[in-house]
């Protein structure tokens, strides 16, 4: 039997997982293909941010996401995709279930495949924009950069074990401090959740000949991170995706690993609030909070230079 890991036993994801049901979303014509979502935030915001995975990823490895910027007022919605085997496929996918949530735009934060996918998302829909902007973490432009690339179209082929022994092969067996150790294991049992299917699926897009042209991805903001340890993608892959994306923001972390959403959560987060913040009070906000100046007063107490948060029952005032 397998060891339960230390993240999903902690009481922030016990929190996550009694307060926010997973919803099963069919959007495709075969009614098979199932999207998984956890969906926290008024859903009266229609451009949330969407959290997609990386190929051993679940939707449930974005908790600190939902639950930290939740209660700060943003939509977000950690999403997982099930099995597509191409990248038009995917993005068909994709475009129903934001039709399907009534949402008209959405900011993407992708994890490595999932920020591949989302870039090839904006890539293919720029005729009729729905991507917001995007948050790029630890991913890549091109496919080409991985060693799988000629044999991506027998993956289907290869049993479950095979497969996630491959995966297993990118995640670090050096000494790392307590948070990315939990965050590694906590990757490890989501790898073990997945079917043969879905891992064949993820592998054959994620290795697939494909990439990225940037030039078509000028008109939307995006924001860079990553972090400066070790991952499994090269300083390489991590200057091509700077080149690609010269007027990007770029968001570092000193250290992290490869799922800095686990292990630097609160970076992460910080972070993911500062790009969202350009789209304050506007139709692009993933906010139903609004940040406002107090209007002058006559009262000889009032502050100075204070502001409120709205929300709409709780008004709370900050002074400087």
Request: glycine residues 4%; neutral net charge; proline residues 5%.
């Amino acid at each position: 039997m397998s060891c339960v890991s230390d993240l999903s036993q902690s009481s922030e994801y016990l929190s996550f997982r009694s307060s926010i049901p997973l919803r099963k979303i069919v959007v495709d014509s075969d009614g098979v293909k199932t999207w998984r979502i956890f969906d926290s935030g008024p859903k009266s915001v229609n451009c949330p941010l969407i959290c997609l995975p990386p190929v051993s990823g679940t939707a449930d490895i974005f908790y600190k996401q939902v639950m930290g910027l939740a209660s700060r007022g943003i939509r977000v919605i950690a999403a997982e995709p099930p099995p597509y085997w191409n990248m038009k496929e995917w993005c068909d996918g994709f475009k129903r279930l934001i039709d399907y949530l009534e949402l008209d735009k959405v900011h993407v934060f992708g994890a490595s495949l999932g920020g591949f996918m989302a870039q090839k998302f904006a890539e293919l829909t720029r005729n009729c924009s729905r991507v917001a902007s995007l948050i790029l973490c630890n991913t890549f432009t091109d496919t080409s950069v991985f060693e799988y690339n000629d044999s991506s179209a027998l993956f289907w082929l290869l049993p479950s074990l095979v497969l996630k022994r491959m995966l297993m092969g990118n995640f670090t067996t050096e000494k790392v401090d307590r948070r990315m150790a939990e965050s590694i294991d906590f990757m490890v049992e989501r790898l073990e959740s997945l079917t043969q299917s879905e891992l064949a699926s993820r592998l054959t897009l994620n290795c697939s000949p494909s990439y990225v042209q940037p030039q078509q991805l000028n008109n939307i903001p995006i924001t860079i991170m990553d972090v400066w340890d070790e991952s499994a993608l090269s300083s390489q892959v991590r200057e091509d995706i700077y080149k690609s994306y010269p007027h990007a923001k770029r968001a570092h972390l000193k250290n992290g690993g490869n799922f800095p959403y686990l292990s630097r959560s609160d970076e992460v987060n910080l972070h993911l609030l500062i790009h969202l913040r350009q789209f304050d009070n506007t139709e692009l906000t993933a906010s139903y909070l609004n940040l406002h100046k107090m209007p002058a007063s006559s009262n000889e107490n009032s502050d100075e230079g204070s502001v409120s948060y709205f929300n709409r029952e709780n008004f709370v005032k900050i002074s400087n």
